[in-house]
């Protein structure tokens, strides 16, 4: 009876595409189930959709070349298991001016990840870029005004895309009403620099008031 349940257990696995590896704990970087589609093997004598039994067996070359393929199959990839904390108010009043803070350090971690695409050029900011990034600009502004900012957060913070309120995505929209602009004589508005400067959305502040204007909108 329990030889039989062993092989039940067995084929429902490799029905499912989960590859065992015996040296995981349970529940440890586990394969996903089921059959995807692999966008590399499009065009090309192969179907697409597979599993991760299929590229283990088969073209474990994929791990390389398809961020896909890594996500989704780590226990045959071999690739590290992810940690995604929660955000919560006032997370930034837990990390230490200290570079090494564990987690401060993982926030940094995030940015650099899920910001990507705004580095590269991008010009929305997803929720998993805008929320570390809120919280970093909580800490260095309240927290550490003092300690050196991170290089990839001040790149994203430069394009003005990801709103400095805790938890709160971009308005992809105008400020209304004047403001002060430095090198401008007088106060401006965002329809001054649209007809007649927009050579001023160089300016990081004026990029996060004129969003809209300096094309900004996706």
Known sequence: MKLFAT?????????????????????????????????????????????????????????ETSKKVKRRCPATCGTPCEHQHSHSPNEHLQMTCDANDALYLEHIQEVEKYCALV??????????????????????????????K???????AETG????????LPKCDDKRGKFAIEGE?????????????LHLCDNPSVRRKCRNSCGLCS
């Open 7 to 63: 092989v039940i257990s067995l084929a429902l696995l490799f029905n499912n595409g989960a590859v065992a590896d015996p040296s995981r704990k349970l529940g440890e970087c586990e394969d996903s189930r089921g059959k995807f589609r692999i966008p590399e093997l499009d065009g090309i004598n192969s179907k697409p959709i597979r599993n991760c039994q299929y590229v283990s067996n088969n073209n474990k070359s994929l791990c």
């Open 119 to 148: 580095v590269d050029g991008a010009t929305t900011c997803r929720t998993k870029c805008a929320q570390p990034m809120s919280v970093l600009h909580l800490f260095y502004r309240d927290v550490c005004p003092e300690m050196e």
């Open 150 to 156: 991170n290089e990839t957060y001040e790149i994203v």
């Open 161 to 168: 895309l990801c709103h400095d309120d805790h938890y709160q």
């Open 185 to 197: 004589d007088k106060g401006r508005n965002c329809q001054y620099v649209r007809n007649k400067a």
